[in-house]
């Protein structure tokens, strides 16, 4: 059984914003929602993280809905570097301190 | 700036060798994990240690041996390597809960 859902892929235009959606339904308690990158099979990349309230960094934004079930990664202006395997991330309890990555939303940007 | 390093960075073995896999990481951080990417497929955890002195198996320890040799070392070891555990082996570490984890850039491993 799945922890988060994501699209398989994604295609967003150069400049415009990439909105990438992930569900974590059974979200609960204090787990927090994490968002990495992959580029070309390197290490994955740290994006951004939250609990409840809306983050943004250098990166991106995080939207998490008031209900926690869902949250959205935001690529103000995407460009070309973006393309991408992006994960979405949710620790459960009693999981301990690891990272469950699924299978993510492939973003390729379009010039 | 170091972070998280790996060696080797590519490997082929026969079916039935083993061999070492090795990690370490120059930021002090307390967890340390193991990961496998298939390919086309997300990455699976293999096994990690939540503090030095301690190992706990993932969701795909089968055929893997793991050692925190101290704060900053931790090594994934198969002993008799398959052909079904080609993949990309990722190493991560992080400080604690709810930290962001840092991955080191790969150890691509070929069993023929």
């Known amino acids: 059984d799945a922890k988060t859902t994501q699209p398989p892929s994604m295609d967003c235009a150069e400049g415009r914003a990439a909105n990438l959606p992930c569900n974590h339904s059974?979200?609960?308690?204090?787990?927090?929602v994490y968002w990495y990158r992959q580029i070309h099979s390197q290490g994955p990349q740290y994006i951004i993280h939250g609990l409840k309230n809306n983050e943004t960094n250098e990166m991106a934004s995080l939207i998490i809905t008031e209900d926690r079930k869902s949250s959205t990664l935001i690529l103000p202006h995407a460009t070309l570097r973006d393309t991408a395997v992006y994960y979405c991330?949710?620790?459960?309890?009693?999981?301990?301190?690891?990272?469950?990555f699924g299978t993510g939303t492939s973003l390729t940007v379009i010039p | 700036n170091a972070g998280v390093t790996q060696t080797p960075k590519f490997q082929v073995l026969k079916t039935g060798q083993s061999m070492t896999l090795q990690c370490a990481q120059d930021?002090?951080?307390?967890?340390m994990y193991w990961y496998r990417q298939d390919p086309g497929m997300g990455l699976r955890l293999i096994y990690y240690s939540a503090s030095e002195g301690t190992t706990d198996k993932g969701e795909v320890p089968n055929g893997y041996n793991v050692s925190r040799l101290n704060k900053r070392e931790f090594s994934l070891r198969l002993e008799s390597a398959a052909p079904s555990q080609t993949s990309v082996y990722f190493c991560a570490s992080n400080r604690g809960p709810n930290t962001e984890a840092f991955f080191g850039q790969g150890t691509r491993l070929t069993v023929v």
């Open positions: 930021m002090n951080h307390n967890s």
């Open positions: 991330i949710v620790r459960f309890p009693n999981t301990g301190n690891q990272f469950y």
């Open positions: 059974t979200i609960s308690g204090n787990e927090y």
